[in-house]
């Protein structure tokens, strides 16, 4: 009986001198004939349809290398040129499939902290992450930065761990993992602020010497907000490099679920852009279901990405449908790998500058693997007046477009930023937890012309500071030839004060409130702050922080195998992921490689197939 490829692990893989399958000496011949063949006439698709060259060499490894592999990924096809070959040779398409699908790709990436060189994932675009140390209070006692409520880098983490990999380093942002998850939160005060504060301290489950204070902002469910009317722009990027089902269907999906969602006071308009951009739907009522999502259904991928025209195109028409009383958006949905007319981050930021102040704001939905242009999306949406989602599922899309479409798409508050002023007479040294792109100059605070995040209705972002209490063997600084730098007394039992600077929705001033946290509020931790830190852990494990001190995952799995609400379904997922990565950890470490499939050009594929 034939063995299945997806029943691997019992399985060894075989060298690569024993992995030639056995044909006859005419299929042989056939196999050889159709790689010359293919090295003269058959191209190897690039992004959009570029051509490059096959060599033989290519064609006939690809063509010995039927290994078994442990990870065997879903969505893998054989390679174009693999197919062609097979067909030649008398293998059905079916068979070509099954058969690739048993075979390893070799890249690597031993363990966690290892440079990531994956096939199909080292078009991945993503920026340096480059981490922040401690700071002395005495000498840096500020530390300000602008909120963020972008939760993609969660979500592609999750996508890395299901696929059977490892994410790279640079793929993970902390607070983006804090934020993705909901924070059960006590009935807020009542105040004339949209926005309130909430604090905690506890211990650092990773380092003995330090402890955890929790900022959360809490934004109020306003229905006021939630009345609004929409006036939404779908900016759709229908290039080649949109092809597969984890791209242009899948977004159509992630639409789909929206429109459902709208009334009759609401408007949409729908602009897709390929090698040039175009209105495939003029504003009409949200009630006008059918002819959005026919709208929807007609697109189709090809051609080059030219992403700034669409976005002009896009911003066109939200200005003329702009209802000062509705809440003006549009949602911009692709892979990020933009080809044509403006392409870099800086040129397309500039772009969307100048849109920011016009009251429309911007959402971003990423899509796809293998050219997904994260730094990219991820720099737009932060100087849009927007936020940044990727959808690696229906599921996914319908958590952030439909059961948080109040937080995903309502405006509460504009330009928040945190500002906390730590004392030196109780802290030693101090680090804020990821942020490391929203970070500003203390005098940046009270400048209302520097962008910051925007919150939506009834969202909770959460920060994280690890805190060194000040002891008698702290290290204490030199002191300073010029200035006297004397502490005041009376706030001794205070260890930081918070400070929240955000702009109204009807404009005007930017508005302050302040909160203290005391060194003495440490009381028993609850599961807010114990599940906060678990994630915070789990991000920095995967990114390798040199500050991870004693994290790893054989200590935090029984952990948030504890703490972990059976009912809550994001919770016992997240329990999931650090177990598959624990033994991807264990095994890659094992192997001394990583054992991934290859990805699929599909243009190609539509051709031979």
Same mark, same amino acid.
């Given at each position: 009986m034939k063995a299945s490829p997806y029943k691997t692990a019992l399985l060894k893989v075989?060298?690569?001198?024993?992995?030639?399958?056995?044909?006859?000496?005419?299929?042989?011949?056939?196999?050889?004939?159709?790689?010359?063949?293919?090295?003269?006439?058959?191209?190897?698709?690039?992004?959009?349809?570029?051509?490059?060259?096959?060599?033989?060499?290519?064609?006939?490894?690809?063509?010995?290398?039927?290994?078994?592999?442990?990870?065997?990924?879903?969505?893998?096809?054989?390679?174009?040129?693999?197919?062609?070959?097979?067909?030649?040779?008398?293998?059905?398409?079916?068979?070509a499939k099954m058969a690739y699908e048993a075979r390893p790709y070799i890249s690597p990436q031993p363990h966690i902290g290892a440079t990531y060189h994956g096939a199909g994932s080292n078009q991945d675009q993503y920026d340096t992450q480059s981490e922040t140390g401690f700071s002395d209070p005495m000498l840096n006692p500020l530390s300000t930065f602008g909120l963020d409520?972008?939760?993609?880098?969660?979500?592609?983490?999750?996508?890395?761990? =299901?696929?059977?990999?490892?994410?790279?380093?640079?793929?993970?942002?902390?607070?983006?993992?804090?934020?993705?998850?909901?924070?059960?939160?006590?009935? =807020?005060?009542?105040?004339?602020?949209?926005?309130?504060?909430?604090?905690?301290?506890?211990?650092?489950?990773w380092n003995p010497k330090t402890r955890l204070a929790m900022v959360q902002v809490v934004t109020k469910k306003a229905e006021a907000l939630e009345k609004r009317p929409n006036r939404f722009v779908f900016l759709v990027d229908t290039s080649g490099s949109m092809q597969g089902p984890d791209r242009l269907p899948l977004l159509k999906k992630a639409f789909q679920a929206l429109v459902e969602q709208l009334g009759p006071n609401d408007r949409v308009a729908i602009v897709a852009y390929a090698g040039s951009a175009g209105v495939v739907l003029p504003s009409v009522s949200g009630n006008e279901k059918?002819?959005?999502?026919?709208?929807l259904q007609s697109l189709q991928s090809g051609g080059s990405t030219a992403g700034a025209a669409g976005i002009e195109e896009a911003y066109r028409l939200a200005h003329n449908q702009f209802d000062s009383k509705a809440n003006n958006r549009v949602i911009l949905a692709t892979d990020g790998d933009f080809n044509v007319?403006?392409?870099?981050?800086?040129?397309?930021?500039?772009?969307?500058?100048?849109?920011?102040?016009?009251?429309?704001?911007?959402?971003?939905?990423?899509?796809?693997?293998?050219?997904?242009?994260d730094s990219r999306m991820h720099n737009i949406a932060d100087h849009g007046d927007g936020n940044y989602y990727y959808i690696d599922s229906e599921l996914e899309a319908r958590r952030v477009l439909v059961s948080k479409l109040p937080q995903?798409?309502?405006?509460?508050?504009?330009?928040?930023? =945190?500002?906390?002023?730590?004392?030196?007479?109780?802290?030693?040294?101090?680090? =804020?937890?990821?942020?490391?792109?929203?970070?500003?100059?203390?005098?940046?605070?009270?400048?209302?012309?520097?962008?910051?995040?925007?919150?939506?209705a009834g969202q909770i972002v959460t920060a994280l500071y690890e805190v060194e209490p000040r002891t008698p063997d702290s290290v204490v600084e030199p002191s300073l030839r010029y200035q006297d730098k004397t502490l005041r007394k009376g706030k001794g039992d205070e260890l930081m004060q918070i400070s929240l600077r955000y702009r109204p929705l009807e404009g005007g001033a930017g508005r302050e409130m302040t909160q203290t946290l005391n060194a003495t509020d440490a009381k028993k931790q609850n599961n807010n702050l114990a599940w906060a830190a678990a994630v915070a852990e789990f991000g920095l494990i995967l990114s390798d922080s040199d500050y991870k001190a004693d994290a790893s995952l054989t200590r935090l799995l029984p952990e948030v195998e504890k703490l972990v609400n059976a009912k809550d379904a994001q919770q016992s997922e997240f329990v999931s992921l650090v177990r598959q990565a624990m033994i991807l950890n264990q095994q890659t470490a094992q192997a001394g490689e990583h054992i991934r499939p290859r990805p699929l050009p599909q243009p190609l594929l539509q051709r031979v197939h």
């Open positions: 075989p060298s690569p001198k024993h992995a030639i399958p056995k044909f006859s000496l005419i299929k042989s011949l056939s196999l050889i004939a159709a790689a010359v063949i293919l090295t003269a006439c058959v191209p190897s698709a690039g992004k959009d349809g570029e051509s490059a060259s096959v060599s033989q060499t290519d064609a006939l490894s690809d063509t010995n290398a039927l290994a078994y592999t442990q990870y065997p990924a879903p969505h893998s096809q054989p390679t174009a040129q693999e197919m062609a070959v097979r067909h030649m040779a008398g293998q059905s398409f079916q068979a409520v972008d939760t993609a880098s969660y979500s592609n983490v999750r996508r890395f761990i =299901l696929d059977g990999q490892l994410p790279p380093s640079d793929a993970v942002r902390v607070e983006e993992m804090l934020n993705y998850f909901d924070y059960p939160i006590s009935k =807020l005060a009542t105040s004339e602020h949209p926005v309130q504060i909430q604090t905690e301290l506890g211990a650092t489950p059918t002819a959005i999502l026919q709208a007319g403006l392409r870099h981050s800086g040129d397309l930021v500039d772009l969307i500058e100048k849109q920011r102040d016009s009251g429309i704001y911007l959402t971003v939905l990423g899509f796809g693997r293998g050219n997904l242009g995903t798409l309502l405006t509460a508050a504009r330009d928040v930023k =945190l500002q906390v002023e730590f004392n030196p007479q109780q802290v030693a040294r101090y680090r =804020l937890l990821g942020y490391e792109n929203r970070r500003l100059a203390a005098e940046d605070f009270r400048d209302d012309k520097k962008d910051a995040g925007e919150l939506g």
